[in-house]
């Protein structure tokens, strides 16, 4: 089993059977909103989570994800949901403040 556990969204739990989902998508089929402004594609940071536990457990970055780190816009906590895929147990993720949806009730 594997599971995403949104710490700012009440540690909304997501668990799946599916290895090597993008985390964005099990979140989506969750029907929990989070932003994409670019469609999924890799082209922009507003897809951005940052991860508190278990970055270990996400397939190594992508290209885009390395070219977004290299100009500062990824930090060692940060990976982009529409990239990063789940490969293993657990992650624990927060929503960056920056990508907060003004409709959405986020927890602290």
Known sequence: MYKIIIENLYSHE???SESGCKVIELIHENYIDWMHACGKKGK????KMIVKEGMDNLAPMTDREIFF????RLNETERL????????????????DVNKFPHMDYSE
């Open 14 to 16: 997501i668990i799946s």
């Open 69 to 72: 780190r290299e100009r500062g």
């Open 44 to 47: 922009c940071t507003s897809c």
């Open 81 to 96: 949901t529409c990239q990063a895929k789940l490969e293993k147990g657990e992650i624990v993720i927060r929503v960056a």
